[in-house]
C-alpha cells in the first residue's frame, strides 16, 4: 500500500479528510518531541504565548457585575467571556494555542488581582466570581496533563486567595465554596436517519439548584468529533436546535430520543474525558460557540461518566479483513467484479474508525471526507482505482444498514461523485 501513497507529501497534504486523523498525522509529521521541536514547545504551551498577558488582562478589564447566586448564570458569562476573547485571538495569532496551559495561567493572573486588590483596598467581588466560573466550566483532573492541569490550577488559586482574604480580614463574597455542576438524571441519546452523527443529552445542576441540558452533537463521519456543544433550558430545545444544524432529512421532527446506557454515553464521551496531545490540537474550523465551550464540554463530560457504576471498556479494534473479504465475494456475486485486495482494503481503512453496526453508516458527509482522504493521500492514478470503487461501496452499506427512500439516493448521489477536485470542506458542523 505504501508504493500508493504521495512521495514526500508537503506538511498539508494527506491531512485534509478525516479532522481525527489529521491531527493524528500533523503531529506524526513533526520531529521527534524535544526540546528543540517548535511544534511540541507549542502543545505544551512554552512557545507562542507572548501574547497571553495581554490577552488575559482584557479579560479583567471586562469584568464588570458578573451574576451572583446563580451558578449556572456566572458560569455562562464566564464561558462567554473567555470564549469570545480566545475566539477573537485565534483570528489574530497563529500559536500559542494551547487553552488548559492558557487558562491556568489566567487563574494565576486571577489569583494575583485578587491579592493586590486585598492589599489596597481595592474591589475583589468580581475576581472572586471569575475565579469561581472558571472552576465552574474547568473539567477536574484526568492525570494525563503535559504541564499544568487548569482545574488543579483553578483550586489552588481559590485555596490561596480564601487564605489571603481572611488574613487582610475580608469575608469572601458569593459563593463560598467551589461550584461544579453534577448530573441530575438519566442522559438521553437521539441518532441521525445515517447512524453517524449523534445528540447526546444529560440534566445537571447544582445540588437541584438552576438545572439544565448539556448537548454533545458528536459526528462520527470523521472520527469521534464533537462538532458542537452547549447548555439548553430543555431536551425539547436543544433537540429542536440539534434537527436543524442536521437538516430535515436526517433528522426529522418524528425521530425522538431514547435512554442512553452508560457504555454507549461513555464510549461516545470517552475522547472529552482524556487530555493529550492530540486534545490540544486546534482544525482551525471551529466555531466561535464551540471555542466557548470548550472547557465546560470536557467538564460535563467527565462528570456525567465519572458518575457511571459501569467500569469503561477498551473499544473493539476493528477487524477489516472480514469486512474486506465480504465486500469482495458481493463484487464477485453481483458484477463479476475482482478489484485488487489492496485497494478495497484502503478504502475500508479510511472509510471509519467505527465497530459494528455503525461502521457501515453511509451519510453523504462520510463520503465526501473519505473521497478527500484517499483523494488527497495517494497518487492520482492509485487513489482513482481506488476510488472508483466508491459507487459499489455505498450501495453495499446501504444494504447493511437497510437505508431507503430519498437517505439512500443522497448517499448515491454523493458516491458517484467520487472524484476529489482539491478543495476540501472544512465545516465542522454540517447539514446531511
Not at 485534509?16 to 521541536?37: E, I, M
Not at 483532573?141 to 485555596?159: F, H, T
Not at 432529512?249 to 431514547?258: I, N
Amino acid at each position: 500500500m505504501a508504493k500508493k501513497r504521495r512521495a514526500k507529501a508537503n506538511p498539508t497534504r494527506g491531512v485534509s479528510g478525516n479532522p481525527a486523523r489529521r491531527a493524528q498525522q500533523l503531529a506524526a509529521r513533526q520531529p521527534s518531541p524535544d526540546s528543540r521541536s517548535g511544534l511540541f514547545e507549542s502543545l505544551l504551551g512554552t512557545a507562542g504565548d507572548q501574547w497571553w498577558p495581554d490577552s488575559q488582562h482584557t479579560i479583567i478589564e471586562r469584568l464588570a457585575d458578573l451574576p451572583a447566586h446563580s451558578p449556572l448564570r456566572l458560569e455562562n458569562a464566564v464561558v462567554d467571556l473567555v470564549g469570545e476573547e480566545l475566539w477573537t485571538r485565534m483570528q489574530t495569532e497563529t500559536m500559542g494555542f494551547h487553552w488548559d496551559q492558557y487558562l491556568a495561567s489566567l487563574a494565576d493572573l486571577v489569583h494575583d488581582e485578587i491579592q493586590i486588590a486585598a492589599r489596597t483596598g481595592g474591589q475583589t467581588d468580581d475576581l472572586w466570581r471569575m475565579l469561581h466560573g472558571l472552576a465552574a466550566m474547568t473539567p477536574p483532573s484526568s492525570g494525563e496533563m503535559l504541564r499544568r492541569d487548569p482545574g488543579l490550577a483553578v483550586r489552588e488559586a481559590i485555596k490561596d486567595t480564601t487564605t489571603a482574604l481572611a488574613k487582610a480580614g475580608i469575608a469572601p463574597a458569593w459563593p463560598s465554596e467551589i461550584l461544579w455542576a453534577t448530573p441530575a438524571g438519566e442522559p438521553l441519546l437521539l441518532a441521525d436517519e445515517y447512524g453517524s452523527r449523534y445528540a447526546l443529552l444529560a440534566p445537571f445542576s447544582w445540588g437541584g439548584e438552576d438545572p439544565h441540558w448539556y448537548c454533545w452533537d458528536i459526528d462520527r463521519c470523521t472520527g469521534d468529533r464533537v462538532v458542537h456543544a452547549a447548555v439548553f433550558a430543555s431536551p425539547e430545545e436543544a433537540l429542536a436546535e440539534w434537527r436543524a444544524a442536521v437538516g430535515t432529512h436526517a433528522a426529522p421532527a418524528s425521530t425522538q430520543p431514547a435512554p442512553c446506557d452508560q457504555a454507549a454515553a461513555r464510549d461516545l464521551l470517552d475522547p472529552l474525558c482524556r487530555s493529550d496531545l492530540l486534545g490540544a490540537l486546534l482544525l482551525g474550523t471551529e466555531s466561535q460557540r464551540l471555542i466557548a465551550e470548550r472547557f465546560r464540554l470536557r467538564q460535563r463530560a467527565r462528570a456525567l461518566c465519572e458518575s457511571f457504576t459501569v467500569a469503561p471498556a477498551p473499544r473493539p479494534k476493528q477487524d477489516l479483513n472480514p469486512i474486506i473479504d465480504d465486500f469482495a465475494a458481493w463484487l464477485r456475486d453481483r458484477d463479476d467484479h475482482r478489484p485488487e485486495r489492496e485497494d478495497i482494503a484502503t478504502l475500508a481503512d479510511a472509510w471509519s474508525r467505527d465497530s459494528g453496526p455503525g461502521y457501515y453508516a453511509c451519510s453523504p458527509h462520510r463520503i465526501e471526507h473519505t473521497v478527500i482522504l484517499i483523494g488527497d493521500g495517494y497518487i492520482k492514478k492509485y487513489a482513482e482505482a481506488i476510488l472508483d470503487l466508491l459507487p459499489q461501496w455505498a450501495e453495499w452499506c446501504i444494504e447493511r444498514t437497510g437505508l431507503a427512500g430519498e437517505l439512500a439516493e443522497r448517499a448515491r448521489r454523493a458516491a458517484a461523485n467520487n472524484r476529489w477536485d482539491g478543495s476540501d470542506s472544512m465545516d465542522l458542523r454540517r447539514t446531511e
